[in-house]
């Protein structure tokens, strides 16, 4: 079980278990990010009850929602608009860095790191 959050602590959220592989998405949106983002199920991720706002950001065939802490602006994950969609994404730099210790980081595929 790993526990994240943004900056200010008003979305949190946990995964069932550090991810193995972290991308680090070039993409025109995600390097400006700076996001490294681990793939999960939805149902293996739970956001706190009491869990902030978020505002959402949306891009090109606006099938992804970007999610950001409304307060202290973190991007904290997205999430398909098809729910029945079965893959979310995390941004794991909202994850104590010792969880990512073992992780591979990938570029397009490719280890990096
Ligand atoms: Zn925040």
Redesign the pocket.
Known sequence: MIDAS??????RFTVDAAPDEVNDCDCSLCRRYGARWAYYHPSRVDFAPDC?PTDIYMWGARRLEFHR?A??G?VTHWRAVDRDRPMMGVNTRMMPPEALADARVLRNGEAID
């Open positions: 943004c900056h200010c602590g008003a979305v902030g802490c307060s202290c973190c």
